[in-house]
């Protein structure tokens, strides 16, 4: 029996499949990561702990009354409605080139995310 990820941090599965997702549609969608690494790294462990949480990668940057019903309501879901319709990233993890924040990458990895979520 494996154990559950702690209240502090997203379990190594998900954190690794929101970093593909993260990676795949920053690409797709012609964004780039922000140009601080850590902004990255933290949305990214967020919508891993969402997703572990809730089985949904929900907005981590949003306050929620009540995560399940916004979960199945899906607007805020990653890539939530704005970012999908008009290419608005509220959590400025995928941001268009002409945004100030903007970084050149659109690749992370795991250990990058984790220096900064889970420093040591």
């Known amino acids: 029996m494996s154990n559950p990820p702690s209240p502090q941090h997203a379990s190594e599965r998900s954190l690794e499949a929101m970093r593909k997702f993260s ?17 990255t790294a933290v949305v990214i462990e967020g919508l891993a702990k969402h997703k572990d949480e809730l089985g949904a990668p929900l907005c981590p940057c949003r306050h929620y009354e009540d995560k399940e019903a916004e979960v199945a309501a899906a607007f805020w879901n990653c890539p939530c409605v704005p970012m999908r319709e008009r290419h608005e990233c509220h959590c400025m993890l995928f941001l268009t080139e002409d945004n100030d924040f903007a970084g050149d990458k659109q690749e992370i990895t795991a250990e990058e995310i984790r220096a900064t979520t889970n420093p040591e």
Do not use: E
Request: glycine fraction near 12%; hydrophobic fraction near 25%; aromatic fraction near 18%.
């Open 23 to 39: 990676q795949t549609y920053a690409k797709r969608s012609g964004t780039y990561f922000c140009v601080d690494p850590g902004v």
